[in-house]
């Protein structure tokens, strides 16, 4: 019964998570920014996992109408773990190539994602505005 509850629980929290949509099946967690002005779709590609490195996805969007734009300012991602008050390793995001080699507009793969232990994680994505302020969305 009490597996039954847990795996009930991380259901829950997954569909949570998992609001606006898919990609190729895999659920897309949908982060708002600047009042809705400004969105971030991200996509685990694999993970998260532990002991293994994970990697995320994010595109950025357009909030009006979801066509692709470019973060307004540099962004960073960073992982937390609230319950032990620790952080990673340093994540590394790269530009997101089409088949010529040409970046595609606001794609981004974060990689050096690696949760080093098992339990509850924050994935902090920190949008840095040009006139300095900042702005943090949590992936739970």
Do not use: C
């Amino acid at each position: 019964m009490k597996s039954l509850i847990i795996a009930f629980g991380m259901l829950l929290g997954g569909l949570a998570h998992a609001h606006g949509g898919h990609d190729h099946g895999t659920p897309m967690t949908h982060l708002t920014f600047a009042n809705g002005a400004i969105h971030a779709h991200a996509t685990w590609q694999s993970g998260p996992e532990v002991s293994n490195e994970s990697l995320l996805k994010i595109e950025w969007k357009n909030g009006a109408d979801h066509s692709p734009t470019e973060p307004p300012g540099a962004f960073e991602v960073a992982l937390w773990m609230p319950d032990m008050g620790h952080g990673s390793a340093p994540t590394q995001i790269q530009r997101v190539l089409d088949a010529q080699g040409q970046p595609l507009t606001g794609v981004y793969q974060i990689s050096n994602i690696y949760f080093v232990m098992g339990g509850d994680w924050d994935v902090n994505v920190t949008l840095t505005y040009q006139d300095g302020s900042k702005e943090t969305q949590v992936i739970k």
